[in-house]
C-alpha cells in the first residue's frame, strides 16, 4: 500500500458532536481532518466514525496513527 500525505504532524483536536463523520485516510482533503473526496484517485477510502455524545477528540492528523482515526503519538517519530 502507498504511504498518505502527511497532512500535518500533530492531532486536530476538536469539540465533536454526535454524528457520522469520515476521517481521511489519504492526506489529501482540503478540508481535515475528514474526507472531502479528494481520495477518488488514491488506493485510500476514508474511515467512518459514528459520534454518540458529545466529546473532544484527537483526530489524526500525520495519517501514521496505529489507532486511526485518532492520535497515538506516532506523529512524533514523523519530524
Ligand atoms: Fe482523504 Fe477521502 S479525501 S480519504
Ligand atoms: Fe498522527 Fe498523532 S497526528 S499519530
Not at 39 to 61: L, M, N, Q, S, Y
Request: aromatic fraction near 10%.
Amino acid at each position: 500500500m502507498s504511504e498518505p500525505v502527511i497532512a500535518q504532524t500533530a492531532p486536530f483536536v476538536l469539540e465533536m458532536e454526535p454524528g457520522t463523520y469520515w476521517w481521511c485516510r489519504c492526506g489529501k482533503s482540503q478540508d481535515q481532518p475528514f474526507c472531502d473526496g479528494s481520495h477518488k484517485d488514491t488506493e485510500f477510502t476514508p474511515i467512518e466514525v459514528a459520534i454518540t455524545e458529545k466529546k473532544r477528540i484527537a483526530w489524526c492528523g500525520c495519517k501514521h496513527s496505529e489507532d486511526k482515526p485518532y492520535c497515538d503519538g506516532t506523529h512524533k517519530n514523523l519530524r
